[in-house]
Every structure is written in structure tokens, then in C-alpha cells.
């Protein structure tokens, strides 16, 4: 069984991204945003690329958006510490254009070791680039929003991205109800962890010739 995740592994593939210079975002970005929150985190987020702010600060999720993604957490009696938050790419596209495809395809290895390494029991892919990233060739966010779309083992959740939510009121609503169902999600998860081993096949054996000889 593999272990638990370590502060110095996510440290790790951090400071790699940090000093990554792949593809050209490297020679744009002020510094790369590798990630925020802590390695237990059982939920993580994954929106498209850091903005100017994030690219400033190093952070992910800093400004109006951050705050609406903690209100979020939090709605469902989380807290931040329960969230990670990354990007699709960690490097800032110029003027906050739409990474390209080959920017994407370079990056895409530090989010696979981030979700191998975390193996949260939630991933929520907030809004429509991250969703190609992650479910490529799914329907549409309109579609699969507060959807638990089950794949490799993995429980995705599409989100609409809470920068969208920010001015459009029934969207917040939207994310609140898709949260509630976040939540159910979880506690299923937990539910799966604490319920005992399933007995081996030889003892269920034995038990139903039991039943079977009174
Ligand atoms: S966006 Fe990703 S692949 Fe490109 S330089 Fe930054 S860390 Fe490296």
C-alpha cells in the first residue's frame, strides 16, 4: 500500500516548477505558481492559469475569485485546510490570454504528479479549459456541473468557475447547490474508508455454508 504524502515530496515537485523554463510562459511570468494548501488536503481545485495577481504573489486564487472559492469550502463546513488549489498551467499567459495547446501539453505532467501525489478524494475542475485538461472529449461544464464523473479511479466534479459566479448572482447559487453536492460526495468517501474490509472470499464462504447446514 502506498504511503502517506509528504510536505517535502509536494515541496519537491514545487520548487521543480518553479525553476521550469519548458515552454515559453517561462520567459513571460514574473514566477511560476506551483500550488497552495497542504498535502492532506482532500479536496482539490484546478482552475486554468495564474492571473496577474497570482503571477505577483506566487499564490494561486488571490484575489475576488480566491475568496468566493473559500466561501465555497467553507459553505460545506470545510475550511481551507481541506483545499489545494492549482492551475492547468502554472505560468501566467501573457495578458491573460488562453494557454495554448502545446502550453498546456507541457505542463500537464506537473498536474498529473500533484493528483498522484495528493490522491484526494475530490478533484473540482473549475470551469471549461481545466475541464478539457481533465475530462477532454466530456460535455460541456452547462452540462456536467456538480456531475461526480468517476474516471481512472479518480472522482472529478465539474465546477463553473467562481470568477464567473463573481458578478451573476444565480451562478453563485448554482455553485452553492453544486457544493451541497460536493459534500454528499465526500461524506460517501469517508463513508468508503471507515466502512470494515470486506471479508475474504473464503470466509464468506464458510459463513453461508453455516447458513446453509442449520
Ligand atoms: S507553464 Fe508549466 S511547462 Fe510552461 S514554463 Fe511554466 S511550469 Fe514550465
Known amino acids: 500500500m502506498?504511503?502517506?504524502a509528504t510536505t517535502e515530496e509536494l515541496l519537491e515537485i514545487h520548487g521543480r516548477i518553479r525553476a521550469c523554463v519548458t515552454?515559453?510562459?517561462?520567459?513571460t511570468r514574473t514566477q511560476a505558481v506551483p500550488g497552495y494548501g497542504p498535502v492532506e488536503a482532500r479536496i482539490m481545485a484546478v482552475g486554468e492559469a495564474p492571473g496577474e495577481k497570482e503571477d505577483q504573489q506566487g499564490r494561486p486564487f488571490v484575489g475576488a475569485a480566491g475568496k468566493l472559492l473559500t466561501e465555497l469550502v467553507e459553505s460545506i463546513g470545510l475550511t481551507r485546510r481541506d483545499l489545494y488549489i492549482t492551475n492547468t498551467v502554472k505560468c501566467?499567459?501573457?495578458g491573460n490570454r488562453d494557454p495554448e495547446l502545446d502550453e498546456v501539453a507541457a505542463?500537464?505532467?506537473?498536474?498529473?504528479?500533484?493528483?498522484?501525489?495528493?490522491?484526494?478524494?475530490?478533484?473540482?475542475?473549475?470551469?471549461?479549459?481545466?475541464?478539457?485538461?481533465?475530462?477532454p472529449e466530456s460535455a460541456g461544464i452547462s452540462r456536467l456541473h456538480g456531475e461526480r464523473v468517476v474516471?481512472?479511479?479518480r472522482v472529478y466534479v465539474?465546477?463553473?468557475h467562481p470568477a464567473a459566479a463573481l458578478y451573476n448572482g444565480s451562478l453563485r447559487e448554482t455553485l452553492l447547490a453544486d457544493m451541497r453536492r460536493v459534500r454528499s460526495y465526500l461524506d460517501e468517501a469517508e463513508g468508503m474508508r471507515h466502512a470494515p474490509a470486506a471479508?475474504?472470499?473464503?470466509?464468506?464462504?464458510?459463513?453461508?455454508l453455516s447458513l446453509f447446514a442449520q
Open 92 to 94: 501566467r499567459p501573457p
Open 199 to 208: 471479508p475474504p472470499p473464503e470466509a464468506v464462504a464458510a459463513d453461508q
Open 23 to 27: 515552454c515559453r510562459l517561462h520567459v
Open 158 to 160: 465539474p465546477l463553473y
Open 107 to 135: 505542463c500537464s505532467r506537473f498536474l498529473d504528479e500533484q493528483i498522484a501525489l495528493l490522491r484526494p478524494d475530490v478533484i473540482l475542475i473549475l470551469g471549461r479549459h481545466a475541464l478539457n485538461r481533465l475530462l
Open 151 to 153: 474516471r481512472d479511479d
Open 2 to 4: 502506498q504511503g502517506a
